[in-house]
């Protein structure tokens, strides 16, 4: 199919606008809303449906189980450096 470095520029495509529009999300929330970090699923009844069926087809790709665990576990790794902190040297 793809190979694996092929994929995850892929998975950093695909992630980009969803990070992207979380942060402009992020700039919209109340502070307070903000103390939790966020966190990411990509289930939904829709997806799991298609699922069933094997594969959710877009027009240039197909995203299996594995692809889109792939996917959710990069968002949540980039998500998750947006809350820890910064130690300089």
Do not use: N
Request: aromatic share 8%; proline share 7%.
């Amino acid at each position: 199919m793809y190979d694996e470095l092929l994929e995850y520029e892929l998975i950093k495509q695909i992630a980009s606008p969803i990070l992207d529009r979380l942060l402009d999300l992020q700039e919209e929330m109340d502070p307070e809303m903000l103390e939790c970090p966020l966190t990411i699923s990509l289930s939904s009844p829709e997806i799991e449906a298609a699922q069933e069926f094997g594969s959710i087809a877009s027009p240039s790709l197909l995203m299996d189980r594995d692809f889109l665990a792939k996917l959710e576990s990069y968002l949540q790794e980039q998500i998750d450096l947006w809350y820890k902190p910064t130690i300089l040297q």
